[in-house]
């Protein structure tokens, strides 16, 4: 089992659409990451949570820390929002990341 | 732009040979990470480095070490390498560091080892 998991694998969706990647974790953490990473390879932070929620843009998570569980939720998604979506968590030595949920996006 | 450097891009290298990968954090982060990505493994936490000091230690094969110099820039050597240590090293650095991989994170491009 792992420690980080992610759901869904994979994810297509229609410009516009509202989208919703989960993480479960199993393990104790200081802090959760939601990042992306782009077919290029580049890898990109776009939140990190330790509670509640936090905003940028189109792009939204949440984390609850008595559930284990955090979502990634982008508004009116955009072809340019196609890439690979991972959720890491953990803290010190132990940090854990989440295979992936790619995402995508047709116009 | 990230503002982290990482070098080489790309290194093609035959088993059994040490390489060095450097990484140059954003100007002013003290903390710089090391991360792997394999197709079979995904990503993992090698290791941290906090203001010189090792901080933090995930699963980072007894054949790879890594430093951070003075003035923050850090190298991770990879030796005695096999065919399973082609992947991604990334690096990232943050401002933050007293808990390891808490701080918002700033990665580098990668650098793309090839083991023949």
């Known amino acids: 089992k792992n420690e980080v998991e992610q759901s869904p694998q994979n994810l297509t969706a229609q410009e516009g659409e509202f989208i919703t990647i989960n993480c479960s974790y199993s393990v104790g953490i200081s802090a959760l990451h939601w990042l992306q990473q782009h077919p290029g390879g580049g890898i990109v932070s776009l939140f990190m949570?330790?509670?509640g929620k936090k905003k940028h843009g189109r792009l939204i998570a949440t984390i609850n820390i008595q559930e284990k569980h955090s979502s990634l939720h982008i508004t009116a998604s955009h072809p340019r929002d196609s890439a690979v979506y991972i959720c890491?968590?953990?803290?010190?030595?132990?940090?854990?990341f989440g295979t992936g949920t790619s995402l995508t996006v047709i116009p | 732009d990230s503002g982290v450097t990482q070098t080489p891009k790309h290194l093609i290298t035959a088993t059994g040979q040490r390489v060095t990968l450097r990484c140059s954090p954003r100007s002013g982060d003290l903390s710089v990470y090391w991360y792997q990505q394999s197709l079979d493994q995904g990503l993992q936490f090698l290791i941290q480095y906090y203001n010189g000091e090792e901080r933090a230690k995930g699963n980072i094969l007894e054949r790879f070490s890594a430093q951070q110099f003075p003035d923050l820039h850090s190298e991770l050597n990879l030796s005695s390498l096999e065919l399973g240590d082609s992947a991604l090293y990334f690096c990232?650095?943050?401002?933050?560091?007293?808990?390891?991989?808490?701080?918002?994170?700033?990665f580098g491009e990668g650098s793309r080892l090839t083991v023949l």
């Open positions: 890491a968590a953990g803290t010190g030595n132990q940090f854990y």
């Open positions: 949570l330790s509670s």
């Open positions: 990232a650095s943050s401002v933050e560091g007293r808990t390891a991989n808490t701080g918002e994170l700033f």
